[in-house]
């Protein structure tokens, strides 16, 4: 036996080894084999070739475990059992760059399941060796590391907070500024992640500057980018006024509504989701998006989408409506109501419904002239048939029922709430009738147009128990009347009329 | 005696006559009675009545006075009290005019300015239908963008698949399969495969190292060299010419050494001190400051921004005309090359001849 012959057997050894750790990778790539996979044993036999001598071999069983991890929780806590997490957190550390790749996209894999997990991730301590390898040089193992931390980010606060106090952040917001676009959109989403849970944990961001470099990416024309940057931003300015204002301060706000023409339809989504989140917090910064030309942009957008993403512009019309009747009348200038309206006709679900109505209850409940602009375009049948449709969700009937009352406890166009005579049930028709009762006094075309449109005789037709509110809005309105059209129009009045013929005796 | 005995004869008719007169006086004691009461009534009457009228006349008087003060104290009161409501109401008109003014103030700054809301509102119409162009506009520009990438990225392809297929191109002895001659006209393709030029065969790509896996035991083999055939007649085998082509170039060293090569040497090494100090400024001991002091320009020469008429003025009188067509003077000759033009020159301000 020469020395050829020897080397070649392991030369033979090392290539069999390859060749499994490559065909597992390739087969754990469809879901269908990973079950047979995982019966056949193949965590046990993968952890060992994770220490292999040869480094493409660990790279590619490490990729082969991501893989498989990535498929269930099942196999991702199989792999916290087996104790493969501190070897890939020890190596994490040591390895050469393509072995960290695959050794964070292993953590990032067992990290999205679960809050247990991504804690289990925690707890071998990989948030360390993740955060070092963020000020890796390679941008590839930066965004391994940048995502395998948003994953575990995103569980909870408590997650998010370990992420924060590992020091990630800064060195996050320099991973936005590197030139490659997976990485500034890997971080975006990190940093979206990890400011969504709480106020401190977004202050922390906003301290490291971030919003100056995620308000200079809002004009990329990466669409990917552009979501999570829009993503982050709207995270960071939801938990308060205060960080809702540096957002604002980043001058973002003219130029960004171009992006409600996006193609993309997350980006719009994302962007009218930001101005929500600002829009909401006071007066004064709904009026800046208002000054600037958001509601008009927001309700064009709502206009060319269709489906869930109309839901954050629809909440945000709703916002910027209830903080004071000048805003509410701005979003009526700008054609507001009649897309609501769309909205409520075209949407299907039950969640969208009750927003759209809660938002047209926010425009409406100002002032008359709003009552009156909400009402022309027709919505109050609409809201009435959503608020009686027994198919509506509990919320959906709530939310339009609160809407209707409050639309229609300032309304005083008449020809909108006369339909609602016929339908409404009591409870609502009683609100009708006050309002009736309010206008007819003082206006006398109104009276006419009451009595000819049958309104009075609808009205005579109430059965009121008496002494009840009800009964007396309907005196007050029989008082605007001659006591002879009252009588005309009361139910049974011809009998009446019979009776008398017949005790009539002529003389 | 006589006196008293007349006076005797007489007592009878002095008696008489006494009785006479008390009688007439009795009679008309009545008579006269009456008449001084009248008398004294009269006057009495008169003196009452003179001093009733004086008194009337004083009374009168004193009442007049009175009168009159209490009227004009009366008057007085009038007139201020008119004085006072005239200001009254002045000043209560002025101060609705200021409370006006006021309220319409607070009430359009703080409550409800409608003419501003107006305003606002139309602004903000006018507005809304800007920024709705606007957006449009970007839409269309980016949709046409869009739009004419993909036709770009179509061509960019369809070029490529001609490229790929230039092998299909007709020839003149026989149509190729985009020149079916049983149509009128050739396809599309056809035509594209007669502009592009055909994709030239690529050479192997050269390895980079950068972007290479470190593998176990591939990469310590070496990539074996093609295989040529060896070709008919009397030719060099292709190796040879292959290498013989792609000799390198072997140039002298004087060749091969830059033109520049000192100054890019100077340069480098400038660049080099410059980076590699690091204080600017040399520190200087301090014996022998005097001998250390350096040279400070002055402000109008060192300035980049120079003072134009700084040494080039002139106060001296120079009379032109005198000087037309006489040589200036000339302090330097001109260099000559003294060997090859030697004893061809005349030091007439170094002129060839």
């Not at chain 1, 004009?219 to 809702?244: C, E, M, N, T, W």
């Not at chain 1, 993403?309 to 910027?320: C, K």
């Not at chain 1, 005579?460 to 605007?480: D, F, H, R, T, V």
Request: net charge positive.
């Amino acid at each position: 036996m020469s020395q050829r012959h020897v080397l070649q057997v392991f030369e033979q050894y090392q290539k069999e080894r390859m060749k499994f750790v490559q065909t597992v990778s390739e087969l754990a790539t469809r879901p269908q084999n990973v079950e047979t996979l995982q019966n056949a044993g193949v965590m046990s036999l993968l952890r060992p070739l994770l220490l292999d001598a040869v480094p493409t071999i660990q790279q590619t069983a490490a990729l082969a475990l991501g893989r498989l991890a990535s498929y269930n929780d099942d196999l991702a806590e199989a792999v916290v059992k087996g104790d493969i997490l501190p070897q890939l957190v020890y190596s994490l550390a040591e390895q050469n760059r393509f072995y960290k790749k695959a050794a964070a996209f292993v953590l990032r894999a067992v990290a999205k399941h679960s809050p247990e997990l991504a804690q289990a991730v925690v707890d071998c301590g990989a948030l360390d060796a993740l955060v070092v390898s963020l000020e890796e040089f390679d941008p590839g193992v930066k965004e391994a590391a940048a995502w395998a931390l948003g994953y575990i980010a995103r569980h909870n606060g408590s997650l998010a907070q370990a992420v924060v106090d590992a020091g990630a952040v800064p060195l996050l917001v320099l991973c936005i500024q590197e030139p490659e676009i997976a990485l500034k959109r890997i971080s975006a989403s990190t940093l979206s992640d990890i400011s969504k849970h709480s106020p401190e944990l977004a202050q922390t961001v906003v301290d490291t500057g971030a919003i100056a470099h995620l308000a200079q990416m809002t004009l990329y024309p990466d669409a990917k980018l552009k979501r999570h940057v829009f993503s982050a931003l709207g995270q960071i300015s939801k938990h308060s006024v205060d960080l809702a204002e540096m957002v604002v301060e980043a001058e973002i706000f003219p130029a960004v509504l171009a992006c409600l023409k996006d193609p993309d339809e997350y980006v719009r989504k994302n962007i009218s989701t930001l101005m929500r989140e600002i829009t909401k917090h006071t007066p004064e910064l709904s009026q800046m998006i208002v000054n600037a030309g958001g509601v008009a942009a927001v309700i064009d957008y709502l206009g060319d989408s269709r489906g869930n993403v109309r839901l954050p512009g629809i909440m945000m019309l709703g916002y910027v409506a209830a903080h004071s009747e000048n805003l509410a009348m701005a979003v009526i200038v700008s054609k507001g109501v009649p897309q609501l309206a769309i909205c409520l006709a075209e949407e299907t679900e039950d969640h969208m419904k009750a927003a759209t109505a809660w938002a047209l209850g926010q425009i409406g409940h100002h002032t008359p002239e709003h009552a009156r602009a909400v009402a022309m375009s027709n919505v109050l049948p609409k809201l009435l048939s959503l608020y009686l449709d027994t198919h509506s969700s509990e919320d959906l009937q709530v939310k339009a029922k609160k809407a209707l009352k409050s639309i229609l406890q300032k309304c005083t166009y008449l020809p909108a709430l006369e339909p609602l005579l016929y339908e409404a049930p009591s409870n609502v028709l009683k609100h009708v009738i006050c309002q009736f009762s309010k206008v007819l006094p003082h206006d006398s075309k109104a009276r006419k147009l009451f009595v000819t449109s049958g309104g009075l005789k609808k009205v005579q037709e109430i059965k009121a128990e008496p002494g009840s509110a009800l009964q007396e809005y309907i005196n007050a309105i029989n008082a605007c009347y001659p006591e002879e059209i009252v009588r005309y129009y009361s139910p049974g009045y011809s009998e009446a009329l019979l009776e008398r013929i017949e005790n009539y005796q002529p003389v | 005696m006589a006196r008293l005995v007349k006076l005797y004869e007489q007592i009878e008719h002095i008696k008489e006559q006494y009785f006479i007169r008390n009688r007439n006086a009795e009679e008309n004691r009545q008579h006269e009675n009456a008449a001084a009461v009248k008398i004294q009534s009269w006057f009495r009457g008169c003196q009452v009545r003179l001093y009733l009228s004086y008194l009337h006349r004083n009374a009168t008087v004193i009442q007049k006075t009175w009168r009159a003060f209490s009227a004009r104290q009366y008057f007085r009161q009038r007139v201020k009290t008119a004085y006072f409501l005239m200001k009254m109401n002045f000043y209560d008109k002025m101060a609705v005019k200021i409370q006006q003014r006021w309220r319409g103030y607070y009430v359009r700054k703080y409550v409800h300015n409608y003419y501003a809301r107006k305003r606002y509102l139309e602004a903000l119409t006018k507005k809304n239908e800007q920024v709705r162009r606007e957006l449009e506009e970007i839409a269309e520009h980016q949709k046409k963008e869009r739009e004419r990438i993909a036709i770009e990225r179509e061509e960019q392809e369809k070029y490529m698949q001609a490229q790929r297929l230039h092998f299909l191109l007709s020839t003149k002895q026989r149509p190729g399969v985009f020149n079916s001659p049983f149509r009128p006209e050739p396809d599309e393709m056809e035509l594209r495969l007669r502009t592009v030029k055909p994709l030239r065969t690529r050479s192997a790509p050269k390895e980079t190292a950068t972007n290479q896996q470190p593998s176990g035991f591939l990469s310590s083999i070496e990539r074996l060299p093609p295989i040529h055939k060896t070709p008919q007649g009397p030719f060099r085998p292709a190796a040879e010419v292959q290498r013989q082509r792609q000799r390198p170039l072997e140039p002298s060293l004087r060749v091969a050494t830059s033109i520049t090569a000192l100054e890019e040497a100077r340069e480098e090494l400038r660049q080099r001190e410059w980076r590699t100090r690091l204080i600017d400024q040399p520190f200087l001991p301090f014996s022998k400051t005097h001998r250390n002091k350096e040279y400070e320009p002055l402000l109008h020469t060192h300035s980049p921004y120079h003072q134009k008429a700084y040494g080039a003025k002139h106060f001296r009188e120079e009379n032109r005309a005198q000087l037309q067509g006489k040589q200036p003077f000339k302090t330097v000759f001109t260099t000559c090359h003294i060997f090859d033009k030697f004893g061809r020159l005349y030091s007439n301000a170094g002129k060839i001849v």
